[in-house]
């Protein structure tokens, strides 16, 4: 029973233009959703935040959406650059013991 | 101010033997989490350690566990090795293992069970 869900496994967009990688979660009691960007051969690196009272946080390039009616939250990344090629992992937290739930994790190309 | 480091980098066990992986938090972080990331899968919630104590589990069986020590260090020790303990094992640390904090990873170990 996935409670995170990435459904789309792979996004390649043009450098420069805008990348929307969305997320979908099923338990009501997350309240805390991360995104987390990996590379080969490397632990997940933070990327942003955003609590659920909010709709909406945005840090640099990077703006996380959350619609708690729909469960669903989306990253935007504006302009995409070809650095950003890499795999986006979306996760949860219910605040219980900060045991983070993560998505299977999309793979964003980011062509030249 | 160092981040969160594991070791060894990779590893190579046979079935049904013993492994003990390591992971140093980031100075200052009380909390230390440990996940399994299966190939084509998101990280998996193993156990989490607050102040040498065990604060919460995931859906793993007991020949997983683990300790955590005052230096910020701490351990996964796996028991009785199955193929399917082939994986990504990555210990992620904060600071107090709060509401709403975000856990920093370290780079991971990898672990092939032949």
């Known amino acids: 029973d996935q409670q995170v869900k990435q459904n789309s496994p792979s996004l390649s967009v043009q450098e420069g233009r805008i990348s929307i990688l969305n997320c979908d979660y099923t338990?009501?009691?997350?309240?805390?959703f991360l995104w987390y960007k990996k590379y080969p051969a490397e632990g997940p690196t933070f990327l942003i935040s955003?609590?659920?009272?909010?709709d909406k946080n945005e840090d640099g390039r990077f703006t996380v959406f959350l619609n708690k009616s729909a469960k669903h939250l989306s990253l935007h990344i504006v302009p995409s650059q070809p650095g950003d090629s890499a795999v986006y992992f979306c996760?949860?937290?219910?605040?219980?013991?900060?045991?983070?739930?993560f998505g299977k994790g999309i793979t964003l190309s980011v062509r030249p | 101010e160092t981040g969160v480091t594991q070791s060894p980098t990779h590893l190579i066990k046979t079935r049904g033997q013993q492994v003990t992986l390591r992971c140093s938090s980031q100075?200052?972080?009380?909390?230390v989490s440990w996940y399994q990331q299966a190939l084509g899968q998101g990280p998996q919630f193993i156990f989490q350690y607050y102040r040498e104590e065990e604060n919460g589990r995931g859906n793993f069986p007991p020949r997983f566990s683990g300790l955590q020590f005052p230096n910020y260090s701490s351990e996964l020790n796996v028991n009785a090795l199955e193929l399917d303990d082939s994986a990504l094992y990555l210990c992620?640390?904060?600071?107090?293992?709060?509401?709403?904090?975000?856990?920093?990873f370290g780079p991971g170990t990898r672990l092939l069970v032949l």
């Open positions: 992620a640390s904060s600071p107090t293992g709060g509401w709403q904090e975000t856990q920093y």
């Open positions: 100075s200052g972080h009380n909390t």
């Open positions: 338990n009501s009691m997350f309240d805390y």
């Open positions: 955003i609590s659920s009272i909010k």
């Open positions: 996760a949860a937290d219910s605040g219980a013991n900060s045991k983070l739930t």
